[in-house]
């Protein structure tokens, strides 16, 4: 597909290894893949890809980079970057239904598409970036409104995508449960609940918790079930990748 994501996952286990042996040359390298990767994202066409809007995923995925690199390097720069990326994540809110689109919000297939693991997972990546207190109340609203939206009322768990006005979705996939969402909505839940104490995030992740334990853990041989359709039962046996 020609995407940077999984050279970001690279950078960030690069710059961890680094931490654990304080490798400075692997440190380097890890930042210098993140530069990389910031210049795919602003031209696409360098990874041979046609030029695209600008996507949440972008965003999300810089800020965690980002943060991450802050940690270990006092250069103001990553810290400009993370104020960037918490302005930027603002085109791509809708206040109405408390939730990130993929896209800005638009009249358009695309404007409309929601994926409620991707909203979480922004709202997770941007309270490690340091927000102010209204931004910072913001995204932990996010968290209980793309909870409530993407939630299958009949069947439970998360949808993987949705069009907010109820029209088909684009993606065929839209109606499956994937792990991946469950687990940014787990770690999303707890660290809600670890800096407010506010006990309706500990509800959503007694939910979560259940749901997930009771369709993608495999308690024969270990590790999670990845693709699960609508009513929760296996489309495979691939584990989440």
Known sequence: ?????????????????????????????????????????????????ASTPPSLADVMV???????????????RYRDILRQCLDASKAFYDPQRR????YPPADTPEGRLFCPGDSIECAWFLLHS??????RALLLDSIEGALEFGWDREYGGLYYFMDVEGLPPLPLESNMKLWWPHTEAIYATTLAYSLTSDKRFLTWLERIDAYAFAHFSDPEHGEWFGYCDRRGELTNTAKGN
Not at 5 to 29: I, N, P
Not at 62 to 74: H, L
Not at 99 to 102: G, K, Q, T
């Open 99 to 102: 939730i990130f689109l993929e």
């Open 1 to 49: 597909q020609r995407k940077p994501y999984a050279a970001v996952f690279a950078m960030l286990g690069m710059l961890e290894f680094s931490k654990a042996t304080d490798d400075a040359a692997l440190r380097e390298e890890a930042i210098e893949l993140f530069r990389q990767i910031r210049e795919w994202i602003k031209d696409p066409t360098l990874v041979g890809r």
């Open 130 to 135: 340091g927000p102010d207190e209204k931004m």
């Open 62 to 76: 810089t800020a965690s980079m980002a943060s991450e690199i802050a940690r270990v390097d006092p250069d103001p």
